[in-house]
């Protein structure tokens, strides 16, 4: 089992960053993908940004060149450096770590984000 924690949510204003930390812990396979998604009101729960075990990242069209992602691999951590934020972004994030030989996922509880002047 894998458990995993997010962390750094709140409400920003337009234009402004936050950073967002998810902690995983448990069994935890060495090859594995780890990333953000977001479900917003009304809406399906979309992929934000993922990162393999071996550094390639894949982002959303939407957030190109304001979001990023990184990992560390030794803590077992994934970040979402968020900027220029915009009222669009407001969704609950959540975490996600998927093994890549047994194809599970795992989710953290999600953290709610909220973009708004």
């Known amino acids: 089992q894998v458990q995993l924690v997010e962390s750094g949510g709140g409400l920003v204003q337009p234009g402004g960053s936050l950073r967002l930390s998810c902690a995983a812990s448990g069994s935890i396979p060495s090859i594995n993908v780890m990333g953000w998604y977001r479900q917003a009101p009304g809406k399906q729960r979309e992929l934000v940004a993922a990162?393999?075990?071996?550094?390639?990242?894949n982002y959303a069209d939407s957030v190109k060149g304001r979001f990023t992602i990184s990992r560390d691999n030794a803590k077992y951590t994934v970040n979402l450096q968020m900027n220029s934020l915009r009222p669009e972004d407001t969704a609950i994030y959540y975490c996600?770590?998927?093994?890549?030989?047994?194809?599970?996922?795992?989710w953290g509880k999600g953290t709610l984000v909220t973009v708004s002047s």
């Open positions: 996600n770590l998927r093994t890549v030989v047994t194809e599970m996922d795992y």
């Open positions: 990162i393999t075990s071996g550094g390639i990242t």
